[in-house]
């Protein structure tokens, strides 16, 4: 079957670092996905990546080692504002999104 | 990136009763939609794949005759509750397909609360 796995709650402090991993198990890969969600608010979009290595954008980055099926999330000078659930998602070979189940951040003083 | 517009951002309706949520696409042709469901601390859920001018695409468990999607045009899908029940009350999210190798755009999601 197919599965993603993230911790589910995580705490940091602000103006720290923390990491997020994901590891996943599909039928097929075609990109994996990291998202960002508020409480009560659609995901929005953080990054992707198609390609091992990393992607940094600003404060975010994105890391992907397609042989150990595995990804992480960096995020960099922590703000408040960043306490959120950060979203693992998997693009199958059928182009569909598998989601994992969320990883919840809090971003302690 | 695509505009991705949902609508109502809350209701509140009362058991037995219908509720329509739209999805519009303001500047992207989307012959494919997305309709999710997320229940409180958990994934995203899939319900169905909304094709212009065809049927929905439903997944294992979701009831079709419950959810009824209609996706009459490239720029509008709605999601119907029908007979709506407290365990339908939930966040309802809409995307669209940004391409094979894009992400996707999404709604701003509908909290539905069954009283």
């Known amino acids: 079957g197919q599965n993603i796995d993230q911790p589910t709650e995580m705490t940091a402090t602000e103006g720290a670092i923390v990491q997020i991993n994901c590891t996943y198990q599909?039928?097929?890969?075609?990109?994996l996905f990291w998202y960002q969600q508020h409480a009560g608010e659609a995901p929005t979009f953080l990054s992707y990546?198609?390609l091992d290595g990393l992607e940094e954008k600003g404060r975010f980055s994105s890391f992907l080692s397609r042989s150990k099926g595995y990804s992480y999330l960096l995020l960099k000078e922590l703000q408040m504002k960043d306490s959120a659930s950060y979203l693992c998602?998997?693009?199958?070979?059928?182009?569909?999104?598998?989601w994992g189940a969320g990883t919840k951040l809090i971003i302690k003083p | 990136g695509a505009v991705v517009s949902q609508h109502p951002s809350r209701v509140i309706c009362k058991s037995g009763t219908s509720v329509k949520i739209e999805c519009r696409s303001l500047?992207?042709?989307?012959?494919?939609m997305f309709w999710y469901r997320q229940f409180p601390k958990k994934s995203l859920m899939l319900m169905a794949t909304?094709?212009?001018?065809?049927?929905?695409?439903?997944e294992q468990g979701v009831e079709k005759d419950k959810f009824l999607i209609n996706h009459a045009s490239l720029t509008l899908s709605t999601l119907t509750v029908t007979s709506a029940h407290p365990e339908d009350s939930s966040f309802y999210i809409c995307?669209?397909?940004?391409?094979?190798?894009?992400?996707?755009?999404f709604g701003q999601g509908t909290r539905l609360t069954v009283v």
């Open positions: 995307s669209v397909a940004g391409g094979m190798d894009t992400e996707a755009f």
């Open positions: 500047d992207f042709q989307a012959t494919t």
């Open positions: 909304s094709n212009e001018g065809s049927k929905a695409t439903y």
């Open positions: 599909t039928s097929g890969f075609n990109g």
């Open positions: 990546n198609v």
């Open positions: 998602a998997v693009m199958d070979s059928n182009y569909q999104l598998i």
